[in-house]
């Protein structure tokens, strides 16, 4: 509960959290949104309503015309947009599920097809959102936003789950660990 408060507490006047020095604002506000989604409120209900409606108003005003959850201009994002996204996307996702919220349904299924639209021919994605090169840890942060926006009933396409399944196993090791890149 102490945590959850201050959470609550560090959100800035317009909706966002942000790390050390104004970075990853799009991450952080999806990871602080998600925090207190957990806690069971919601952007109507709750004891964090409002903190949760005004992360969604922040990225929500965020999102592109192609999709993209995030401020391609925010040089503290630079490079790094499909992380921002990833959560974003997870975060819209988690809500959409709880709420059916219709303002939020269209944002998140064009979230979506961002991300299916940015996997590269092995199955993964990378900081950009371009299908080009792959790594496992945005390939994840993908993959979660995918799962919680199907759960939600967003459709996502079958052929892009089967081949980001194919690339997490190209990133395992013999001993059953994985590496940061396929093999």
Known sequence: ??????????????????????????????????ALLMEG???REGKYAENIRRAVDWLVDRSQR??????????SEAGRYMYGHGFATLFLGELFGMTGDEAVKDRLQKAVRLIEKCQNPEGGWRYQPAPIDADISVTICQI????????????VEKDVIDKSIKYVRSCQNADGGFSYMAH
């Open 41 to 43: 409120s919601t952007m």
């Open 144 to 155: 979660m936003a995918l799962r919680a926006a199907r759960d939600a009933g967003i459709k």
């Open 66 to 75: 192609n999709g993209l959850i995030g401020n391609p201009n925010n040089f």
């Open 1 to 34: 509960n102490k945590g959850l408060e201050w959470v609550a507490k560090t959100q800035q006047r317009d909706g966002h959290w942000e790390a050390n020095g104004g970075q990853y604002p799009t991450t952080m506000t999806a990871l602080a949104g998600l």
